[in-house]
């Protein structure tokens, strides 16, 4: 099944909005699977944005994501890497969509709230970086047959 690895930045976090966010995407009709408030290190920063490294915003980047607890959460469904990347807007606020998570809720790409996996592969492995074994949990929503015919 199709896994994202969604999670509510620092800046997310310290302004409130970790309830919006995760309510955005349980509204959806997505499922839940692995939930829980972090304090990322430093390695772990880097092997998440080990494709950025060369980019000029890099040490900032890390700075920002390790500068206070984040959310991370694992979201299922069929379409969901794809469909929550709309839900979250471009990666520039002032660019992103009203309606969207960015495009309501931020203004600077440098505090963009949300991060969210970019492809089914990457939700894979990020959702592996992130997570233990054992931490995410399977279950059936009592909602699904009225949310998939
Ligand atoms: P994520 O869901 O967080 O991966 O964002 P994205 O996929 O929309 O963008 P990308 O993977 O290209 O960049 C990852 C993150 O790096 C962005 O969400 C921003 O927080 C940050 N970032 C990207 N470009 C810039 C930039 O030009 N300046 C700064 N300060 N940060 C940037
Ligand atoms: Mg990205």
Known sequence: VEQTYIMVKPDGVQRGL????????ERKGFKLTGLKLFQCHKELA?????????KSFYPTLIDYITSGP???????GVGVVASARK????TNPLQAEPGTIR????????RNVVHG?????????????WF?????CEWTPAQAPWLME
């Open 18 to 25: 970790v309830g919006e966010i995760i309510s955005r995407l």
């Open 46 to 54: 880097e092997e998440h944005y080990k494709d950025l490294k060369t």
């Open 70 to 76: 984040v959310v991370c959460m694992v979201w299922e």
């Open 87 to 90: 839900l979250i807007g471009s």
């Open 103 to 110: 495009g309501d809720l931020a203004v600077q790409t440098g």
């Open 117 to 129: 996996s970019d492809s089914p592969e990457n939700g894979k492995r990020e959702t592996a970086l």
């Open 132 to 136: 233990k074994e054992g931490e995410l």
